[in-house]
């Protein structure tokens, strides 16, 4: 199994740009998130996933939409990259049955100059 | 609004000590915390987990303390090495669908040879 894998791991975004930050899992999961970490900040979370076809916002989701068509696939997509989206990005997985601990991707670093 | 918070943002601790890194919590209704490492570059890893019907848990070298009374979780580790070096979260499970979790800001925990 590879995990929770995530690409790409670093982009550099001009403002108005737009880009997908890709998200697939192979453990079957129903549950998965983003979050963005800010320096020396903890983790909020964006958008998430209980399941293929149902998508809900999370914390800070202005800017930012999602899709689940496959139980695999959580793309992240940023229509017009502002200078406050620059962060790290992690999207995270979880089985519903089998408890709350997370797996989290490896992150992608996107800056937004 | 309801949020977990840590006390200290930075620990030093020398190597072969105990640390114990603290966090506090706001939301009386939360059922279930978590702590996470957080590697440099890397994302959030489970370490350990506890539901509020419990005041103690241990796993391999760490033990998680959970006192509801005042609201307050923390993190024990044993015997601390050099590879535990990292920040810690941790993390309350909302209330609600979707097994949303918030994650406090972040203990970075440095280890001195």
């Known amino acids: 199994n590879a995990g929770v894998t995530q690409t790409p791991k670093f982009r550099i975004l001009k403002i108005g740009q737009s880009m997908t930050l890709q998200c697939t899992q192979d453990m079957n999961h129903n549950y998965m998130y983003w979050y963005r970490q800010d320096p020396g900040m903890g983790l909020k979370l964006i958008y998430y996933?209980?399941?293929?076809?149902?998508?809900d916002k999370g914390e800070v989701p202005n800017g930012y939409n999602v899709s689940r068509s496959t139980t695999e696939d959580f793309p992240l997509r940023l229509e017009l990259a502002a200078p406050s989206q620059t962060s790290v990005y992690f999207c995270?997985?979880?089985?519903?049955?089998?408890?709350?601990?997370?797996?989290f991707g490896s992150g992608t670093r996107l800056t937004v100059v | 609004g309801e949020s977990v918070g840590l006390h200290l943002p930075t620990l030093s601790v020398q190597e072969g000590d105990n640390s114990i890194i603290n966090c506090a919590y706001s939301n009386s209704a939360s059922d279930y915390f978590i702590w996470y490492k957080q590697e440099s570059g890397k994302g959030p890893q489970f370490i350990i987990d506890i539901r509020s019907n419990m005041d103690k848990r241990q796993g391999q070298r760490v033990t998680v303390l959970l006192n509801k009374t005042v609201k307050h979780l923390s993190l024990q580790i044993a015997a601390t090495q050099p590879g535990d070096s990292a920040v810690y979260f941790c993390a309350e499970k909302l209330a609600g669908g979707g097994n949303k979790l918030t994650f406090g800001t972040g203990t970075q925990l440095k280890v001195e040879l």
């Open positions: 995270a997985s979880i089985d519903r049955d089998r408890g709350l601990g997370y797996t």
């Open positions: 996933s209980v399941g293929a076809g149902i998508t």
